[in-house]
């Protein structure tokens, strides 16, 4: 036989099995046969593979952390959304498993990339997890396989990045495995809103990998919805956590502008929240932390400058945003000062240093900024916070204190950093001698000189 029949011959052959691959791979989806995998157990890929194991799928997980692992084998959650409880009952009934090695992929039939993509020094975007992870998959990809994408990142990752990488397999998209893109929408702590209720935005390279994607989703998400391309996909997320950089750093501006007119930014943004429509209230505070609202928009804006665009709301936004932490200082150097007192040597207590209330993740947290930047103005730093017992502030670790009376009278400002529900705020506002309060956690508590953002 000539090299081209053979060829043709071949292809003739494979053709059936390819259209055979979809559906084979949709049957193991429905009945629950398909072996699930998840790359990188953290927040978003943990909860992401308990919700699958609860749907009845054989879940691997895989990640380079072997304490993470080791963990998770042992039914022990390092995630505050899953309790170690439900991750142990899947554990013990084999319907969960955690591995370091990425050779498992070749004996799975879907894998979702949970992975981090944070920023370089220069804020460029560090895609390096995203692209380790996909490399090490393309050496273990068959055909018939699904792989999802969840990392938030900028538009044209999917199709510029990952999907050159995969087919250096040999193996052709849509044809013999299938690509996807899916934003991750998890919010950590959001007891109403969890993996299984957050609507799914799905978008696949084609159309049956689409159509394989939603399938996969459909079986544990209430609610999916398919886009035309993973950019669509891709650019969902940006926009959704660009809206929330951009409507606080606007809070932001407010604050420092009714700052400078004695205006209560506060009583302004609840007064304004009472139209019932055309307004949605974001509010003033520190500083922006968390894994995402200071770090999405900075994909965003890199893509969009790199295709000539010039987002300079969005670019302005994050600078109104960073300027809060520098900001408090401020406001806590002018409160003291009304004391007679200088930041140096005055002992302040942060109380909550998570970067959002009751939550213990402190990543990008300002609260850490701004008890460096009074450390470094000479002020004794101390801190509270039920979530969190210790934080690194330059070379020193410093544990949280319990929050008593003795404690609050003994220092000279007491500023609400983070807005924990668990705090006792009547002892707060009671035995405080000074209360800057960042988060209007004191709003209803009868103190009139506190000093509010
Ligand atoms: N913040 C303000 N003012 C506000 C809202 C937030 O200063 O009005 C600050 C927070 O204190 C925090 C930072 O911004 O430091 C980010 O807060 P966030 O409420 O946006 O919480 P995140 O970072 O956990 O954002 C996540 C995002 N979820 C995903 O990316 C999947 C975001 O899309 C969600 O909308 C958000 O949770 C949420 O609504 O809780």
Same mark, same amino acid.
């Given at each position: ?109 879907? #894998?979702? =990339?949970?992975?981090?993509?944070? /920023?370089?020094?220069?804020? !460029?975007?560090? *895609?390096? &997890?995203?692209?380790?992870? @996909? ?27 990952? #999907?050159? =990488?995969?087919?250096?397999?040999? /193996?052709?998209?849509?044809? !013999?495995?299938? *690509?996807? &893109?899916?934003?991750?929408? @998890? ?27 939603? #399938? ?238």
């Amino acid at each position: 036989m000539e090299h081209g029949e053979a060829a043709v011959f071949l292809r003739n052959q494979i053709v059936p099995q390819r259209s055979q691959l979809g559906r084979e791979l949709k049957k193991k989806i429905r009945d629950r046969s398909a072996k699930v995998g998840v790359v990188g157990l953290g927040y978003v890929g943990l909860p992401l593979a308990v919700e699958m194991a609860r749907k009845g799928y054989q879940v691997t997980g895989i990640d380079l952390m072997r304490e993470k692992v080791d963990a998770v084998n042992s039914g022990m959650s390092y995630v505050l959304d899953v309790p170690s409880e439900t991750l142990l009952s899947f554990v013990s009934a084999n319907k969960i498993r955690a591995t370091q090695s990425l050779a498992a992929v070749e004996k799975l039939d879907t #894998l979702n =990339i949970c992975v981090p993509t944070p /920023l370089r020094k220069n804020k !460029d975007p560090d *895609l390096s &997890y995203v692209i380790a992870a @996909v490399e090490a998959i393309r050496n273990h990809i068959r055909p018939g396989q699904l792989i999802v994408l969840e990392s938030t990142t900028y538009p044209g990752t999917t199709r510029e990045i990952v #999907l050159p =990488i995969l087919e250096e397999s040999g /193996l052709k998209v849509g044809h !013999d495995f299938f *690509l996807a &893109y899916s934003p991750e929408r @998890v919010d950590p702590g959001n007891q109403k809103y969890t993996t299984h209720n957050i609507p799914k935005v799905v978008g696949g390279v084609t159309a049956r990998c689409t159509e394989v994607a939603v #399938l996969l989703y459909e079986q544990f998400v209430e609610s999916v919805i398919a886009v035309s391309s993973t950019d669509s996909a891709e650019m969902v997320k940006l926009l959704e956590n660009t809206f929330r950089s951009v409507n606080i750093a606007l809070a932001n501006e407010m604050a420092l502008t009714c700052h400078s007119l004695g205006i209560n930014v506060w009583e302004v943004i609840n007064a304004a929240k009472t139209k019932p429509f055309g307004f949605m209230p974001f509010y003033p505070g520190p500083g922006l932390g968390g894994h995402c609202i200071p770090i999405d928009p900075y994909y965003l804006t890199w893509k969009a400058r790199m295709n000539g665009c010039e987002p300079r709301l969005i670019e302005l936004a994050g600078h109104i945003n960073s300027q809060m932490p520098a900001f408090t200082v401020r406001l806590i150097a002018d409160a003291l000062n009304e004391k007679g007192k200088t930041l140096k040597g005055s002992r302040i207590l942060g109380l909550g240093v998570s970067y959002k209330r009751d939550t213990n993740d402190v990543r990008e947290s300002p609260a850490l900024q701004i008890l460096e930047g009074l450390h470094g103005k000479g002020a004794s730093i101390y801190f509270s916070d039920p979530y969190v017992s210790s934080i690194n502030i330059k070379e020193n670790t410093i544990k949280s204190i319990d929050l008593t009376a003795e404690t609050l009278r003994s220092m000279d400002c007491v500023v609400i950093l983070t807005d924990h529900s668990s705090v006792d705020y009547a002892l707060v506002a009671k035995f405080s001698r000074l209360i800057v309060d960042t988060r209007n956690a004191l709003q209803g508590y009868s103190r009139s000189d506190v000093v509010v953002l």
